[in-house]
Nanobody, 126 residues
């Protein structure tokens, strides 16, 4: 079993930045990718960004492209989501996720992910 532990959320003013981290522990961590999703109150969970674990290819949603940067450090079993120019509409609980296996998946589909972090709150004030 793999456990994903997130950190780095908090309260920030509009235009500010935050960096989220997600560290995997447990059995050997060998996923195809690590992804970030978010869920705002009353809304469905949505894809934010993902990074393929070995190649480092990155994937973004329309709203995160250009403002957020996703990355990973394989040696540390840790993924990162750097968020810049945050806006009030970015307020949500952010989750990291990873699939069990290294096989290629559709990274934007949350049903492909087996492991999820506990979530970290990001609040952006106007």
């Amino acid at each position: 079993q793999v456990e994903l532990v997130e950190s780095g959320g908090g309260l920030v003013q509009s235009g500010g930045s935050l960096r989220l981290s997600c560290t995997a522990s447990g059995r050997a961590f060998d996923p195809y990718a690590m992804a970030w999703f978010r869920q705002a109150p009353g809304k469905e969970r949505e894809f934010v960004a993902a990074v393929s674990w070995f190649a480092g290819n990155t994937y973004y949603s329309d709203f995160s492209e250009g403002r957020f940067t996703v990355s990973r450090d394989k040696d540390k079993n840790t993924g990162y989501l750097e968020m810049n120019n945050l806006q009030p509409e970015d307020t949500a609980i952010y989750y990291c996720a990873a699939p069990k296996a290294p096989q290629v998946i559709a990274v934007r589909f949350d049903g492909h992910y087996d492991y999820w972090g506990q979530g970290t709150q990001v609040t952006v004030s106007s």
